[in-house]
């Protein structure tokens, strides 16, 4: 499960100015809002090996909605492109972009005139095993609810503690949590997207209220026929198939979820078919 690590890097003056890893933090000031209050965003990247982004129009969406959403400023995406077009070539097949609104004075409300703050690093996603299991993984129903949040449904910001306190209470078979809001609503896997098949139908949560739009989602709604409609863990266990899907894992087949066991060789070959579609865009 171990996975490489690269240096860490820190946008300065308009270039990257590397950092040991245990220093990077370090560099960012005291009083830095990412620090302080989860001010900001992040990116988590997965390259084709000659080092595009397939996925970057889907990341290049979320960055946007999550810039607009946190009113920084205009100018804000011109930077961060700028940025990861110089970013510190690395032989490493996945990649963390850190955006902080910078540094503030005590209290709440953000500076007129924000200083943004970037980290770059560049990584080896672990190894996990159990994406090769054939049938799919184990996942069950974690008790920690999403809150229920328009203003902060989508986009990656820093606030993570509900995905946190999620992944602690992992049982120990599962390899993924299903997370339902507050009403009881399906939302999200703790660390990925979920969508359901029913009878060759792509089935996928409504996240106008909670949850990331992951960029291996926006890709698929954008070349499927996709429903996008809320529902709660009883039209979950009856369906056909479940998937998870993520930039760093792609997409995962779950064989069982508390005891429901998904046995349908039709979907499951759909499945696979939408996996083999994604891994050939890193090819």
């Known amino acids: 499960m171990m996975s490489e690590v690269s240096t860490a890097y820190v946008w300065?003056?308009?270039?990257?100015?590397?950092?040991?890893?245990?220093?990077?933090?370090?560099?960012?000031?005291s009083n830095d809002r990412a620090l302080h209050y989860g001010d900001g965003l992040f990116e988590t990247i997965r390259f084709a090996p000659d080092g595009s982004i397939p996925l970057w129009p889907y990341h290049k969406q979320r960055l946007l909605q999550g810039l607009c959403a946190l009113d920084f400023p205009i100018d804000s995406f011109q930077c961060i492109e700028q940025a990861l077009a110089q970013?510190?070539?690395?032989?490493?097949l996945a990649g963390k972009l850190l955006i902080s609104r910078g540094a503030g004075p005590r209290g709440y409300a953000p500076p007129a005139e924000p200083e943004l703050l970037l980290q770059w690093q560049e990584f080896t996603p672990p190894d996990w095993g159990y994406l090769r299991l054939p049938q799919g993984i184990v996942a069950g129903f974690s008790d920690i609810r999403l809150a229920i949040q328009p203003a902060l449904a989508g986009f990656k910001h820093l606030n993570r503690l509900e995905q946190v306190l999620a992944r602690q209470r992992f049982e120990p078979d599962w390899q993924e949590a299903v997370m339902l809001d507050a009403q009881g609503q399906v939302i999200?896997?703790?660390?990925?997207?979920?969508?359901?098949?029913?009878n060759g139908q792509l089935v996928t949560p409504d996240l106008s209220g909670s949850g990331v739009n992951g960029v291996v989602r926006r890709w698929l709604l954008a070349h499927h026929?996709?429903?996008?409609?809320?529902?709660g863990r009883e039209r979950l266990l009856a369906a056909d198939a479940v998937f998870f899907c993520n930039t760093l894992q792609g997409i995962v087949m779950v064989s069982r979820i508390d005891g429901r066991q998904f046995e349908h060789p039709a979907a499951q070959h759909q499945i696979a078919t939408l996996q083999k579609d994604l891994e050939n865009l890193y090819a």
């Open 87 to 92: 970013r510190p070539q690395s032989p490493l």
């Open 225 to 231: 026929n996709v429903i996008i409609t809320p529902f």
């Open 12 to 29: 300065v003056n308009g270039q990257w100015q590397e950092r040991g890893h245990s220093q990077a933090q370090s560099h960012w000031p």
């Open 188 to 198: 999200e896997g703790c660390m990925s997207n979920l969508f359901l098949l029913e």
